[in-house]
């Protein structure tokens, strides 16, 4: 039941997370084209307001569950070495602690990505952690 529940946790804060990164590049970074940058940075800032709100604590819930989820699958390493599952198991849990850092550092501390400023990177990482955390199971 513990182990559901926090599944559960995983997959909505990771809706959550990476729903803000599809909309941000998929659609609003759009509006840029219809507006002048004085409406874009207004219709910008009042957007970023509401997910400040919430998305950087669904990252977060999504780190914190995945340190759970990944303590209870990743098993013993045999004598043969790390199974394809732990492989991949462990790049996704690798790119998804770095974006945890990257954001906690980024909202709570002020600190700035030193590489990849833009939206775009945590887009492509969110899409590649889901690939993998669908082939690591195949
Ligand atoms: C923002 C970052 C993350 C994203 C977008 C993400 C995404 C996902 C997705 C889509 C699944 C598949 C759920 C399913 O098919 O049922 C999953 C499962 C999993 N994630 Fe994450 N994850 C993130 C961070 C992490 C971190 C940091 C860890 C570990 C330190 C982690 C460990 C796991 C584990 C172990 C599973 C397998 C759970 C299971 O199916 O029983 N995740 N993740």
Redesign the pocket.
Known sequence: MTYLII?LL??FS?FI??GFLFTDNLFLSRIKNDLNAEEHSRVREYFMKYVRQVVPKS?IV??LS??Y??SV?FGPISEAGLSNFQIL?GI??FL??W??VRGVLQVFFGIQPLVFKSHTFPFIL?VI??FL??LMFS
């Open positions: 599944h995983h997959i990771v997370y990476g990252l999504a780190v995945g340190i989820l990944i699958n198991l996704k849990a998804g602690l974006l945890g969110v952690i889901i955390s669908q």
